[in-house]
């Protein structure tokens, strides 16, 4: 429970201090003409939408990633799996995030709606309503597989990355502070993260921003014939913008918060265990 908890809460402030990166990187995904660059489409969601645009669908990324990085922290750690080499972390990490993404999809699936701005839908709740209304379990599951085979790719080089660079540099770091580790840490996680998981991201981007139904397969071999393999690495440069602060922001959270959650459990402990002597 202590991992899930301080994972959810560290991964909603990452999620809402990186939002306006978040939906430049998903505008530059759905360009299905030229690349794009990412301070070009930044402004242009200002000037033509407002600022509030950049935090379009926030309420559903905080939901969706809160709930995720809670589940993904949670059963990576909480479930007894052999995490002895970085294979195994990778395959721990991996199949966790993949289980986890699936639970949170349809809050996924809204959150791009709103940001690709092709939607209209006016919050979450609506959001959510509308779906099921219209599109019932296949909009809810829409992108569902190539959603989390991308957050097996994520998660296995994200929490896997994380924790071996953790183990490997924690010696060279021994006399400064630990929150120096964690910060180098995330940064090696993060870089690997949007390298092997870019071409996914595009691809479960397009997936859910229509209600076409298709592959993953089918959307990377498109995009591939149609736009050549950049296309696939579109976004990468507001992704890695994106992925690095998130990394940091919610890994150092995580991992401050940690000791604050077990002194507040010892405190509960520690007053049920006088009304049971009161008593």
């Not at 939906?23 to 402004?43: H, N, S, Y």
């Not at 939901?63 to 721990?92: A, E, H, I, P, W």
């Not at 085979?149 to 994200?158: D, G, H, P, S, T």
């Not at 991201?201 to 997936?207: H, I, P, Q």
């Amino acid at each position: 429970m202590d991992h899930a908890v301080t994972a959810a809460i560290g991964a909603s402030v990452a999620e809402v201090c990186t939002m306006p990166i978040d939906t430049t990187k998903v505008r530059l995904q759905l360009k299905q003409q030229g690349f794009g660059r990412a301070v070009p489409t930044f402004m242009e969601i200002v000037k033509k939408e407002g600022w509030k645009a950049l935090f379009r669908g926030c309420g559903a990324a905080v939901g969706r990633q809160g709930t995720y990085s809670g589940l993904c922290f949670g059963l990576y750690n909480g479930t007894g799996f052999k995490r002895d080499t970085y294979m195994q972390k990778l395959m721990v990490g991996g199949s966790m995030g993949a289980i986890s993404v699936a639970m949170v999809n349809p809050l996924d699936v809204i959150k791009v709606r709103m940001q690709s701005g092709k939607f209209g839908y006016t919050n979450v709740l609506s959001g959510l309503k509308d779906l099921v209304k219209n599109e019932g379990f296949k909009g809810c599951a829409a992108g569902v597989a190539p959603a989390m085979q991308r957050a097996f790719v994520v998660n296995a080089a994200e929490l896997a990355t994380y924790e071996q660079a953790k183990q490997l540099l924690a010696p060279y770091f021994a006399s400064l502070p630990v929150v120096t580790l964690h910060f180098t840490a995330s940064l090696c996680a993060s870089a690997v993260c949007v390298s092997a998981s870019n071409p996914f991201d595009v691809a479960k981007t397009r997936l859910m921003s229509t209600s076409t139904p298709t592959s993953l397969l089918s959307v990377l071999f498109t995009t591939y014939r149609n736009e050549g393999i950049l296309a696939l690495y579109k976004g990468s440069f507001p992704n890695w913008m994106r992925k690095g602060p998130h990394c940091t922001i919610q890994f150092i959270l995580y991992e401050q918060l940690k000791p604050l959650y077990y002194r507040m459990e010892s405190m509960l402990v520690e007053k049920d265990s006088e009304k049971v002597l009161v008593v």
